[in-house]
């Protein structure tokens, strides 16, 4: 929805390090050549090239790997149903 949108944090590449620049323009060249299916399919599918974007990204922003794989799967199960639900709406 255009509020979540507006309300949402933006990942700001230029308050990387220089070593977490160099992590994540070494998953983007790994990652820049695949064809990514839609981000409903990406997720309730566990399609690989995300988990490891997502994994990559959580990783820099400090979460551990326990909360991590705790988490992710979690999280990934909420969007899947509001996406649904979303989509049930209109």
Known sequence: M???L?????????DLTDSEKEI??????KLKDLNFPSIMSQIE?????????DKTILKILGF??????E????IYNTIVDELKAMKSLK
Do not use: H
């Open 24 to 29: 994540m323009f070494n998953l983007y060249e």
């Open 71 to 74: 988490w992710l799967p979690k």
């Open 2 to 4: 255009t509020w979540d």
């Open 64 to 69: 551990s790997n326990r909360e991590i794989n």
């Open 6 to 14: 507006v309300l949402m944090k933006i990942f700001n590449f230029n």
């Open 45 to 53: 599918n566990r399609f690989n090239a995300r988990i490891e974007l």
